[in-house]
């Protein structure tokens, strides 16, 4: 099923680990260009290939600084300190969990021009970039959550989607 262009929870792609992009073109460029555009109607701060269906190592990020475009991003240092914040997931409309993850991470990825880059974030970048790349490794949210969080989310996605699709906003694919 799909909401707003986005795959929702259930569909077996967002389970699947990602494959590496060998070859930035004007696929790969028209594919970021695609998931901000997704992203931005969405209204996110961040959206992962599997997200729309195409199984490949790219995020886009963006906390309200410009977007940032990843392919094949790895995190290469985690802080030892964590925090816990609630975290939305656009694959699972209407739902928030509380998330413990490190506060600091730093991530080499390549950019949509070909460039290599480390980034090292704090805050909301930090977790928005942990978050995008546990999609890259078929990791959702509900993955991550406690057994009473996953019932609730997953009673809440299912309430959220009967008012989705009530509304004629749900695609069936």
Aim: glycine share 8%.
């Amino acid at each position: 099923m799909k909401y707003r262009d986005i795959l929702i929870f259930g569909e077996p792609v967002l389970k699947e680990k990602a494959r590496p992009v060998s070859k930035i073109d004007a696929t790969v460029k028209s594919l970021l260009k695609r998931m901000y555009a997704v992203m931005q109607v969405a209204g996110g701060v961040g959206l992962a290939a599997p997200q729309i269906g195409v199984p490949l190592r790219v995020a886009v990020i963006d906390i309200g600084e410009g977007p940032i475009y990843m392919i094949n991003p790895v995190i290469t240092w985690y802080s030892e300190e964590k925090c816990e914040f609630e975290e939305g997931c656009l694959s699972f409309p209407g739902v928030a969990i509380n998330i413990l993850r490190p506060e600091r991470v730093r991530v080499a990825y390549v950019d949509d021009k070909g460039n290599r880059n480390v980034l090292e974030a704090d805050g909301l970048l930090a977790r928005a970039i942990q978050h995008e790349i546990d999609h890259l490794d078929g990791i959702l949210i509900i993955d991550r959550a406690t057994g009473k969080q996953r019932l609730e989310a997953l009673s809440r996605l299912e309430e959220n989607l009967k008012l989705i699709e009530a509304q004629g906003m749900l695609a069936k694919e």
